[in-house]
């Protein structure tokens, strides 16, 4: 799994792109944890556009990153998720709690 | 891919980095089998799931130890009696697993702040499998799951 991160005004965009796994998801967890509790940015945005695998660890690391949104009264957005990450969130029954958008402009929208 | 009988076996170390080649293989497997891309992915992420379970909790992080994977086809049987069957059985030598833990809980929609993501592994090994069985067999635990093949086309 690679992470990159890009940032705009108030805004951080998290590019993942591989599998979020047992190994993996505790980078992003890290990651995500880090840009909303301690950077407090106030909105963070995760494009898994090119992520093509999401175990149970990697919905945690989600589930924690809105969570801390919560918190933190911070926006988590997602978007590009493909038909097994969705069937994933589905099976979960997660797919409802989270903010999901088809695309960056939609993501970023004020 | 039309014999019943032993298909493939992968013995692996308990190194969640691996747990990806493990993945592929079983995808290339199951598009051998014929199943679907969906119903591919279920079997995927219950294995999956079944591998973490074991590193986590069998060998508490543990990353030298073995796991086995053995996949056989099944024949028809009285209670498949249209579909062989794809039979996945893990072994491992770790920590005897409670089987009060591995009974099936529903999953429910709760809210947020009580979500607890431990439990969501199990639910999809249960829910993505036909049949999940668990024992104890010469001192090591032995998970079995079993899932319909699709009907083969005729060649």
Do not use: W
Not at chain 1, 33 to 61: C, F, I, Q, W
């Amino acid at each position: 799994m690679q992470i990159a991160i890009r940032k705009l005004d108030q805004i951080t965009i998290i590019d993942v792109s591989g599998d979020i796994d047992l190994s993996t998801s505790p980078d992003l967890r890290k990651v995500l944890l880090h840009e909303m509790r301690e950077l407090k940015v106030p909105r963070v945005v995760a494009n898994l556009t090119s992520v093509r695998y999401v175990d149970s660890s990697g919905v945690a690391s989600l589930l924690e990153g809105l969570k801390a949104s919560r918190d933190m009264k911070s926006r988590f957005i997602m978007y590009g998720l493909n038909a097994k990450v969705t069937q994933v969130l589905q099976l979960s029954k997660l797919l409802n709690i989270f903010e999901i958008c088809e695309n960056e402009e939609q993501a970023l929208k004020p | 891919m039309r014999r019943d009988g032993f298909l493939l076996r992968i013995e692996l170390r308990s190194n969640p980095e691996v747990l990806c080649v493990v993945r592929s293989a079983l995808a290339r497997l199951a598009e051998l089998l014929g199943f679907s891309d969906s119903d591919s992915h279920l079997v995927i992420l219950a294995v999956d799931e079944a591998l973490t379970n074991i590193i986590r909790h069998a060998y508490k992080g543990e990353r030298e130890r073995c796991i086995e994977v053995t996949l056989r086809i099944l024949p028809k049987a009285s209670d498949s009696p249209s579909h062989r069957i794809l039979e996945i059985v893990l072994l491992d030598d770790g920590l005897p697993v409670d089987a009060k833990r591995l009974r099936p809980r529903p999953l429910k929609e709760v809210p947020i702040d009580e979500l607890k993501p431990g439990g969501l592994g199990l639910h999809f090994i249960r829910k993505n499998m036909d049949k999940v069985e668990f024992r104890r067999q010469d001192g090591r635990n032995l998970l079995r799951l079993t899932k319909a093949l699709p009907l083969a086309e005729s060649h």
